[in-house]
Protein backbone atom coordinates (compact mmCIF):
# COMPACT_ATOMS: atom_id res chain seq x y z
CA UNK A 1 0.00 0.00 0.00
CA UNK A 2 2.78 2.11 0.87
CA UNK A 3 4.56 1.66 -2.22
CA UNK A 4 1.49 1.71 -4.33
CA UNK A 5 1.11 5.53 -3.32
CA UNK A 6 5.05 6.16 -4.19
CA UNK A 7 3.47 4.66 -7.68
CA UNK A 8 1.11 6.78 -7.86
CA UNK A 9 2.82 10.24 -6.87
CA UNK A 10 5.31 9.84 -9.42
CA UNK A 11 3.52 10.89 -12.17
CA UNK A 12 2.50 14.30 -10.70
CA UNK A 13 5.74 14.81 -9.20
CA UNK A 14 7.63 14.20 -12.54
CA UNK A 15 4.99 16.61 -14.07
CA UNK A 16 5.75 19.11 -11.91
CA UNK A 17 9.31 18.65 -11.84
CA UNK A 18 9.59 20.00 -15.21
CA UNK A 19 9.12 23.70 -13.54
CA UNK A 20 12.12 22.45 -11.14
CA UNK A 21 14.27 22.38 -14.01
CA UNK A 22 12.72 24.73 -16.06
CA UNK A 23 13.51 27.35 -13.02
CA UNK A 24 17.24 26.10 -12.43
CA UNK A 25 18.34 26.34 -15.49
CA UNK A 26 17.27 29.82 -17.31
CA UNK A 27 17.90 31.19 -13.36
CA UNK A 28 21.45 29.75 -13.66
CA UNK A 29 21.81 30.74 -17.77
CA UNK A 30 20.54 34.93 -16.10
CA UNK A 31 22.85 34.47 -13.12
CA UNK A 32 25.82 33.65 -15.44
CA UNK A 33 25.67 36.37 -17.64
CA UNK A 34 25.24 38.46 -14.36
CA UNK A 35 28.12 37.74 -12.86
CA UNK A 36 30.54 37.72 -15.03
CA UNK A 37 30.66 41.44 -14.91
CA UNK A 38 30.00 41.51 -11.74
CA UNK A 39 33.24 38.75 -10.78
CA UNK A 40 35.17 41.39 -13.27
CA UNK A 41 33.77 44.60 -11.15
CA UNK A 42 34.70 43.20 -8.15
CA UNK A 43 38.55 43.11 -9.64
CA UNK A 44 38.23 46.55 -11.41
CA UNK A 45 40.33 49.04 -9.84
CA UNK A 46 37.70 51.16 -9.83
CA UNK A 47 36.76 51.90 -6.36
CA UNK A 48 32.91 53.04 -7.53
CA UNK A 49 32.53 49.51 -9.48
CA UNK A 50 34.68 47.37 -7.44
CA UNK A 51 32.11 48.84 -4.05
CA UNK A 52 28.94 48.19 -6.28
CA UNK A 53 29.85 44.53 -6.94
CA UNK A 54 30.89 44.02 -3.31
CA UNK A 55 27.82 45.36 -1.81
CA UNK A 56 25.49 43.23 -4.53
CA UNK A 57 27.74 39.94 -3.29
CA UNK A 58 27.65 40.66 0.31
CA UNK A 59 24.24 41.66 0.07
CA UNK A 60 22.57 38.73 -2.01
CA UNK A 61 24.78 36.16 0.03
CA UNK A 62 24.45 37.39 3.85
CA UNK A 63 20.39 37.23 3.41
CA UNK A 64 18.82 34.36 3.21
CA UNK A 65 17.03 33.32 -0.15
CA UNK A 66 13.59 32.63 1.65
CA UNK A 67 13.64 36.31 2.42
CA UNK A 68 14.70 37.56 -0.80
CA UNK A 69 11.60 35.97 -2.43
CA UNK A 70 9.48 37.49 0.11
CA UNK A 71 10.81 40.75 -0.73
CA UNK A 72 9.94 40.56 -3.95
CA UNK A 73 6.81 38.72 -4.05
CA UNK A 74 5.09 40.36 -1.35
CA UNK A 75 7.36 43.28 -0.66
CA UNK A 76 7.55 45.12 -4.22
CA UNK A 77 4.08 45.15 -4.81
CA UNK A 78 3.71 48.17 -1.49
CA UNK A 79 5.52 50.11 -4.35
CA UNK A 80 3.73 49.36 -7.23
CA UNK A 81 5.75 46.63 -8.43
CA UNK A 82 3.83 43.62 -9.30
CA UNK A 83 5.50 40.79 -10.37
CA UNK A 84 3.42 37.21 -10.61
CA UNK A 85 4.76 34.19 -9.21
CA UNK A 86 6.72 33.08 -11.73
CA UNK A 87 8.88 35.83 -12.34
CA UNK A 88 9.49 37.00 -8.91
CA UNK A 89 11.19 33.42 -8.33
CA UNK A 90 12.70 33.19 -11.59
CA UNK A 91 14.30 37.24 -10.65
CA UNK A 92 15.39 36.44 -7.16
CA UNK A 93 16.82 33.02 -7.88
CA UNK A 94 18.83 34.91 -11.04
CA UNK A 95 19.98 37.61 -8.99
CA UNK A 96 20.61 35.13 -6.00
CA UNK A 97 23.03 32.67 -8.01
CA UNK A 98 24.45 35.67 -9.61
CA UNK A 99 26.48 36.37 -6.05
CA UNK A 100 28.01 33.30 -5.90
CA UNK A 101 28.37 32.70 -8.90
CA UNK A 102 30.31 36.09 -9.70
CA UNK A 103 32.51 35.24 -6.04
CA UNK A 104 33.77 31.79 -7.97
CA UNK A 105 34.11 33.33 -10.98
CA UNK A 106 36.90 36.03 -9.21
CA UNK A 107 38.30 33.03 -7.41
CA UNK A 108 38.88 30.96 -10.94
CA UNK A 109 40.16 34.56 -12.93
CA UNK A 110 42.44 35.25 -9.50
CA UNK A 111 43.69 31.53 -9.94
CA UNK A 112 45.55 31.72 -13.24
CA UNK A 113 49.04 32.32 -12.68
CA UNK A 114 50.22 35.88 -12.86
CA UNK A 115 53.57 34.41 -14.69
CA UNK A 116 51.33 33.53 -17.20
CA UNK A 117 49.39 36.46 -17.71
CA UNK A 118 52.62 38.55 -17.80
CA UNK A 119 54.13 36.44 -20.06
CA UNK A 120 51.40 36.64 -22.65
CA UNK A 121 51.28 40.90 -22.63
CA UNK A 122 55.54 40.67 -23.00
CA UNK A 123 54.38 38.45 -25.99
CA UNK A 124 52.53 41.28 -27.84
CA UNK A 125 48.85 40.17 -26.44
CA UNK A 126 46.64 42.81 -25.99
CA UNK A 127 44.33 42.94 -22.37
CA UNK A 128 41.37 41.39 -24.65
CA UNK A 129 43.75 38.49 -25.68
CA UNK A 130 45.05 37.96 -22.46
CA UNK A 131 41.50 37.08 -20.72
CA UNK A 132 40.20 35.40 -23.63
CA UNK A 133 43.36 33.24 -25.00
CA UNK A 134 45.11 32.73 -21.17
CA UNK A 135 42.32 33.76 -18.46
CA UNK A 136 39.06 32.57 -19.86
CA UNK A 137 39.96 28.90 -20.89
CA UNK A 138 42.18 27.98 -17.44
CA UNK A 139 39.34 30.05 -15.59
CA UNK A 140 36.38 27.84 -16.52
CA UNK A 141 39.10 24.57 -15.56
CA UNK A 142 39.48 25.96 -11.72
CA UNK A 143 36.19 26.99 -11.62
CA UNK A 144 33.88 24.28 -12.74
CA UNK A 145 34.05 22.11 -9.38
CA UNK A 146 32.88 25.22 -7.13
CA UNK A 147 30.17 25.99 -10.25
CA UNK A 148 28.78 22.31 -10.22
CA UNK A 149 28.33 22.74 -6.81
CA UNK A 150 26.39 25.73 -7.13
CA UNK A 151 24.44 23.93 -9.79
CA UNK A 152 23.87 21.17 -7.49
CA UNK A 153 22.86 23.67 -4.70
CA UNK A 154 20.04 26.09 -7.22
CA UNK A 155 17.94 22.99 -8.20
CA UNK A 156 17.76 22.26 -4.43
CA UNK A 157 17.04 26.01 -3.77
CA UNK A 158 14.17 26.49 -6.49
CA UNK A 159 11.67 24.18 -3.71
CA UNK A 160 11.60 27.78 -2.09
CA UNK A 161 9.45 28.59 -4.84
CA UNK A 162 6.48 26.25 -3.47
CA UNK A 163 6.25 29.12 -1.05
CA UNK A 164 4.93 31.39 -3.57
CA UNK A 165 1.83 29.79 -5.21
CA UNK A 166 4.01 27.54 -7.62
CA UNK A 167 3.58 24.19 -8.29
CA UNK A 168 7.29 23.12 -8.60
CA UNK A 169 8.05 19.55 -7.50
CA UNK A 170 8.09 20.66 -3.45
CA UNK A 171 4.87 22.73 -4.24
CA UNK A 172 3.23 19.59 -5.84
CA UNK A 173 4.26 17.39 -3.05
CA UNK A 174 3.26 19.50 -0.46
CA UNK A 175 0.08 19.87 -2.25
CA UNK A 176 -0.64 15.80 -2.55
CA UNK A 177 0.69 15.42 1.28
CA UNK A 178 -2.00 17.14 2.48
CA UNK A 179 -4.05 15.59 0.28
CA UNK A 180 -2.87 12.31 1.23
CA UNK A 181 -2.13 12.67 4.77
CA UNK A 182 0.93 10.37 3.84
CA UNK A 183 3.59 12.64 3.87
CA UNK A 184 6.53 9.72 4.32
CA UNK A 185 5.54 8.13 0.83
CA UNK A 186 5.31 11.50 -1.04
CA UNK A 187 8.15 13.42 -0.10
CA UNK A 188 10.46 9.98 -0.68
CA UNK A 189 9.05 10.25 -3.97
CA UNK A 190 10.43 13.66 -4.27
CA UNK A 191 13.12 13.45 -2.75
CA UNK A 192 13.94 10.19 -5.14
CA UNK A 193 13.41 12.49 -8.24
CA UNK A 194 15.64 15.45 -6.52
CA UNK A 195 18.27 12.62 -6.17
CA UNK A 196 18.18 11.96 -9.94
CA UNK A 197 18.34 15.56 -11.11
CA UNK A 198 21.38 16.03 -8.71
CA UNK A 199 23.41 12.75 -9.44
CA UNK A 200 22.52 13.45 -13.52
CA UNK A 201 23.87 17.01 -12.88
CA UNK A 202 26.99 15.95 -11.32
CA UNK A 203 27.76 13.36 -13.25
CA UNK A 204 27.39 15.85 -16.11
CA UNK A 205 29.66 18.38 -14.38
CA UNK A 206 32.46 15.86 -13.65
CA UNK A 207 32.39 14.92 -17.36
CA UNK A 208 32.76 18.45 -18.45
CA UNK A 209 35.90 19.47 -15.34
CA UNK A 210 37.29 16.50 -17.54
CA UNK A 211 37.04 17.50 -21.14
CA UNK A 212 37.68 21.13 -19.67
CA UNK A 213 41.19 20.58 -17.86
CA UNK A 214 42.72 17.93 -20.73
CA UNK A 215 45.35 20.01 -21.03
CA UNK A 216 46.70 20.01 -17.41
CA UNK A 217 47.24 16.04 -17.79
CA UNK B 1 28.00 24.28 49.98
CA UNK B 2 29.40 21.54 49.07
CA UNK B 3 29.18 20.62 44.72
CA UNK B 4 27.46 17.59 45.45
CA UNK B 5 24.79 19.08 47.46
CA UNK B 6 24.45 21.84 45.17
CA UNK B 7 24.06 19.17 41.97
CA UNK B 8 21.32 17.22 44.62
CA UNK B 9 19.57 20.68 45.37
CA UNK B 10 19.42 21.74 41.35
CA UNK B 11 18.29 18.02 40.54
CA UNK B 12 15.64 18.45 42.97
CA UNK B 13 14.24 21.98 42.27
CA UNK B 14 14.33 20.49 38.34
CA UNK B 15 11.89 17.77 39.04
CA UNK B 16 9.85 19.68 40.76
CA UNK B 17 9.37 22.54 38.43
CA UNK B 18 8.88 19.92 35.59
CA UNK B 19 5.81 18.65 36.98
CA UNK B 20 3.92 21.79 38.34
CA UNK B 21 0.81 19.94 38.65
CA UNK B 22 1.22 16.81 39.67
CA UNK B 23 -1.78 14.51 38.39
CA UNK B 24 -3.25 16.72 35.89
CA UNK B 25 -3.26 15.03 32.49
CA UNK B 26 -1.04 16.29 30.01
CA UNK B 27 -2.52 17.84 26.49
CA UNK B 28 -0.51 18.42 23.76
CA UNK B 29 -2.91 21.05 21.77
CA UNK B 30 -1.82 22.51 17.77
CA UNK B 31 -3.07 25.30 16.02
CA UNK B 32 -1.60 27.00 13.19
CA UNK B 33 -1.45 30.42 14.15
CA UNK B 34 -1.83 32.15 11.08
CA UNK B 35 -5.87 32.14 10.87
CA UNK B 36 -6.81 35.61 12.46
CA UNK B 37 -9.01 35.77 14.49
CA UNK B 38 -9.24 32.48 15.07
CA UNK B 39 -5.82 31.83 15.85
CA UNK B 40 -2.92 33.65 15.32
CA UNK B 41 0.58 34.47 16.86
CA UNK B 42 0.19 38.29 18.18
CA UNK B 43 3.20 40.99 18.16
CA UNK B 44 4.43 39.58 21.69
CA UNK B 45 4.90 35.82 19.78
CA UNK B 46 1.64 34.66 21.95
CA UNK B 47 -0.98 32.68 20.61
CA UNK B 48 -4.55 34.29 20.54
CA UNK B 49 -7.86 34.08 18.97
CA UNK B 50 -11.10 31.96 19.04
CA UNK B 51 -9.74 28.53 18.80
CA UNK B 52 -6.99 29.76 21.15
CA UNK B 53 -9.62 30.77 23.93
CA UNK B 54 -11.56 27.85 23.26
CA UNK B 55 -8.51 25.48 23.69
CA UNK B 56 -7.87 27.17 26.72
CA UNK B 57 -11.18 27.04 28.50
CA UNK B 58 -11.64 23.01 27.46
CA UNK B 59 -8.41 22.45 29.23
CA UNK B 60 -9.86 24.71 32.06
CA UNK B 61 -13.01 22.61 32.18
CA UNK B 62 -11.39 19.61 32.15
CA UNK B 63 -8.77 20.67 34.90
CA UNK B 64 -5.75 19.54 32.14
CA UNK B 65 -2.52 20.54 32.22
CA UNK B 66 -2.29 21.80 28.32
CA UNK B 67 0.29 23.57 26.08
CA UNK B 68 -0.50 25.31 22.66
CA UNK B 69 1.60 24.77 19.43
CA UNK B 70 1.58 25.96 16.60
CA UNK B 71 1.89 24.00 13.09
CA UNK B 72 1.78 24.60 9.36
CA UNK B 73 -1.58 23.82 8.32
CA UNK B 74 -0.71 21.63 5.15
CA UNK B 75 1.58 19.13 7.69
CA UNK B 76 -1.18 19.73 10.63
CA UNK B 77 -3.22 16.04 10.75
CA UNK B 78 0.48 13.85 9.28
CA UNK B 79 1.88 15.48 12.32
CA UNK B 80 -0.99 14.88 14.89
CA UNK B 81 -0.79 11.17 13.52
CA UNK B 82 2.89 11.07 14.37
CA UNK B 83 2.18 12.34 17.85
CA UNK B 84 3.98 15.51 17.81
CA UNK B 85 0.82 16.61 19.62
CA UNK B 86 -2.89 15.31 20.92
CA UNK B 87 -5.44 17.69 20.12
CA UNK B 88 -5.81 19.68 16.97
CA UNK B 89 -7.80 23.10 18.19
CA UNK B 90 -7.23 25.08 14.52
CA UNK B 91 -10.84 25.62 13.15
CA UNK B 92 -10.76 22.17 11.04
CA UNK B 93 -14.08 21.43 9.11
CA UNK B 94 -15.15 18.03 9.36
CA UNK B 95 -15.00 16.06 6.24
CA UNK B 96 -15.89 12.46 5.19
CA UNK B 97 -12.47 12.27 4.00
CA UNK B 98 -10.81 13.69 7.20
CA UNK B 99 -12.46 11.40 9.25
CA UNK B 100 -11.10 8.59 7.81
CA UNK B 101 -7.84 9.76 9.20
CA UNK B 102 -8.73 10.90 12.39
CA UNK B 103 -11.50 11.45 14.89
CA UNK B 104 -13.49 14.38 15.86
CA UNK B 105 -15.59 15.85 18.66
CA UNK B 106 -18.87 17.48 18.56
CA UNK B 107 -19.02 20.68 16.40
CA UNK B 108 -17.32 23.29 18.24
CA UNK B 109 -18.48 26.39 15.60
CA UNK B 110 -20.51 26.28 12.48
CA UNK B 111 -19.46 28.19 9.22
CA UNK B 112 -19.89 28.41 6.02
CA UNK B 113 -17.44 29.65 2.58
CA UNK B 114 -17.64 32.85 0.69
CA UNK B 115 -15.44 34.26 -2.18
CA UNK B 116 -14.31 37.41 -1.65
CA UNK B 117 -13.01 40.40 -4.10
CA UNK B 118 -12.25 43.96 -4.52
CA UNK B 119 -15.00 46.51 -4.73
CA UNK B 120 -12.78 48.09 -7.61
CA UNK B 121 -13.12 45.28 -9.84
CA UNK B 122 -17.04 45.92 -9.76
CA UNK B 123 -18.22 42.07 -10.42
CA UNK B 124 -21.69 41.33 -11.41
CA UNK B 125 -23.10 39.12 -8.79
CA UNK B 126 -23.46 36.49 -10.50
CA UNK B 127 -21.25 32.95 -10.61
CA UNK B 128 -19.99 33.91 -14.40
CA UNK B 129 -18.35 36.78 -13.09
CA UNK B 130 -15.65 34.44 -12.05
CA UNK B 131 -15.18 32.85 -14.72
CA UNK B 132 -11.30 32.69 -16.53
CA UNK B 133 -10.30 34.79 -13.27
CA UNK B 134 -7.57 33.88 -11.35
CA UNK B 135 -8.76 33.02 -7.75
CA UNK B 136 -6.53 32.14 -4.79
CA UNK B 137 -7.20 30.08 -1.86
CA UNK B 138 -5.24 28.31 1.35
CA UNK B 139 -3.92 24.92 0.40
CA UNK B 140 -5.61 21.98 1.91
CA UNK B 141 -8.96 23.38 2.47
CA UNK B 142 -12.01 22.42 1.95
CA UNK B 143 -12.53 25.54 0.16
CA UNK B 144 -10.12 24.55 -2.58
CA UNK B 145 -12.71 21.62 -3.32
CA UNK B 146 -15.52 24.22 -3.86
CA UNK B 147 -13.89 26.23 -6.52
CA UNK B 148 -13.36 22.94 -8.22
CA UNK B 149 -16.78 21.81 -7.79
CA UNK B 150 -18.14 25.26 -9.26
CA UNK B 151 -15.58 26.16 -11.79
CA UNK B 152 -13.23 23.18 -12.67
CA UNK B 153 -10.94 24.11 -15.05
CA UNK B 154 -12.60 27.36 -15.99
CA UNK B 155 -10.71 29.63 -13.65
CA UNK B 156 -6.94 29.37 -12.18
CA UNK B 157 -6.31 28.47 -8.64
CA UNK B 158 -3.35 29.44 -6.40
CA UNK B 159 -2.81 27.84 -3.69
CA UNK B 160 -1.42 29.59 -0.29
CA UNK B 161 0.56 28.18 2.35
CA UNK B 162 -1.62 30.43 4.67
CA UNK B 163 -4.89 32.51 4.42
CA UNK B 164 -2.57 35.81 5.55
CA UNK B 165 -0.68 35.12 2.00
CA UNK B 166 -3.48 35.00 0.06
CA UNK B 167 -5.23 37.92 1.97
CA UNK B 168 -1.96 39.70 0.67
CA UNK B 169 -2.39 38.81 -2.95
CA UNK B 170 -5.83 39.67 -3.56
CA UNK B 171 -4.57 43.14 -2.16
CA UNK B 172 -1.27 43.05 -4.43
CA UNK B 173 -3.95 42.38 -7.19
CA UNK B 174 -2.21 39.22 -8.09
CA UNK B 175 -5.55 37.61 -7.50
CA UNK B 176 -8.82 38.69 -8.44
CA UNK B 177 -10.68 36.95 -5.59
CA UNK B 178 -9.86 34.56 -2.88
CA UNK B 179 -12.10 32.01 -1.28
CA UNK B 180 -12.25 31.19 3.02
CA UNK B 181 -14.39 31.16 5.90
CA UNK B 182 -17.16 33.80 5.81
CA UNK B 183 -16.73 34.50 9.39
CA UNK B 184 -12.84 35.04 9.48
CA UNK B 185 -13.47 37.47 5.99
CA UNK B 186 -16.43 39.52 7.95
CA UNK B 187 -13.62 39.84 10.51
CA UNK B 188 -10.79 40.93 7.82
CA UNK B 189 -13.19 43.29 6.46
CA UNK B 190 -14.91 44.70 9.22
CA UNK B 191 -11.50 45.75 10.68
CA UNK B 192 -9.54 46.55 7.12
CA UNK B 193 -12.05 48.76 5.64
CA UNK B 194 -9.35 50.40 3.90
CA UNK B 195 -8.49 46.86 2.20
CA UNK B 196 -11.72 47.35 -0.06
CA UNK B 197 -12.67 43.94 0.56
CA UNK B 198 -15.72 42.41 -0.41
CA UNK B 199 -18.17 39.15 -0.51
CA UNK B 200 -19.21 37.86 -3.94
CA UNK B 201 -22.15 35.96 -4.57
CA UNK B 202 -23.63 33.43 -1.88
CA UNK B 203 -22.47 31.56 1.00
CA UNK B 204 -21.20 27.93 0.11
CA UNK B 205 -20.09 24.50 2.24
CA UNK B 206 -21.90 25.33 5.34
CA UNK B 207 -19.84 23.11 7.70
CA UNK B 208 -18.91 22.54 11.17
CA UNK B 209 -15.71 22.75 12.75
CA UNK B 210 -14.48 19.87 15.15
CA UNK B 211 -12.01 19.30 17.18
CA UNK B 212 -8.94 16.80 15.91
CA UNK B 213 -7.99 13.87 17.38
CA UNK B 214 -6.17 10.20 17.15
CA UNK B 215 -8.92 7.76 16.63
CA UNK B 216 -7.36 5.35 19.27
CA UNK B 217 -7.69 8.04 21.72
CA UNK B 218 -11.18 7.72 22.14
CA UNK B 219 -11.51 8.34 25.85
CA UNK B 220 -10.00 11.81 25.12
CA UNK B 221 -12.59 12.36 22.43
CA UNK B 222 -15.03 11.84 25.31
CA UNK B 223 -13.18 13.80 27.77
CA UNK B 224 -12.54 16.65 25.62
CA UNK B 225 -16.62 16.17 23.97
CA UNK B 226 -17.77 16.46 27.89
CA UNK B 227 -15.47 19.39 28.37
CA UNK B 228 -17.63 21.38 25.18
CA UNK B 229 -20.69 20.70 26.51
CA UNK B 230 -19.59 22.17 29.88
CA UNK B 231 -18.40 25.22 28.53
CA UNK B 232 -21.79 25.49 26.58
CA UNK B 233 -23.70 24.96 29.11
CA UNK B 234 -21.93 27.43 31.76
CA UNK B 235 -21.97 30.50 29.16
CA UNK B 236 -18.11 30.35 28.91
CA UNK B 237 -18.30 29.40 25.16
CA UNK B 238 -20.79 32.52 24.53
CA UNK B 239 -18.60 34.69 25.89
CA UNK B 240 -15.70 33.67 23.80
CA UNK B 241 -17.27 33.83 20.96
CA UNK B 242 -19.03 37.27 21.83
CA UNK B 243 -15.81 38.15 22.69
CA UNK B 244 -14.31 37.48 18.96
CA UNK B 245 -17.31 37.28 16.82
CA UNK B 246 -20.04 39.70 18.65
CA UNK B 247 -22.48 36.43 18.13
CA UNK B 248 -22.39 32.69 18.81
CA UNK B 249 -20.66 30.80 16.19
CA UNK B 250 -22.87 27.67 17.79
CA UNK B 251 -26.20 28.66 15.36
CA UNK B 252 -25.74 27.38 12.49
Known amino acids: MISDLIYDSFPPLLASSVLTIHLTCLSLVIGVFLALPLALGRLSKNRWVSSFSFAYVYYFRGTPLLVQIFLIYYGLPQIGLTFDAYTSALISLSLNTAAYTAEIIRGGIQAVPGGEIESAHAMGMTRRQVFRRIILPQMIGFALPAYGNEIILQIKATSLASTITLMDLTGMARTLAAETYAPLEIFSAAGIIYLAMVMSTSKLVTWMERRWTVYRR | ?252
Open chain 2, 1 to 252: MSMKKSIVIFLGVMMLTASPVLGAEKIKIATEGAYSPFNYVNPKGDLEGFDVDIAKALCEAMKADCTLVTQDWDGIIPALLAKKFDVIVASMAVTEKRKKAIAFTNPYYYSVASYVVRKESNFPDKAEALVGKTIGVQRATIHEGTIKEMYGDKVTIKTYDTNENCILDLKNKRLDAMIASRPLMAHYIKHHPESGFAFLLGMYNPVHAGIGLRKQDSALVEKFNAALNTIVQNGTYEQISNKWFGESLLKK
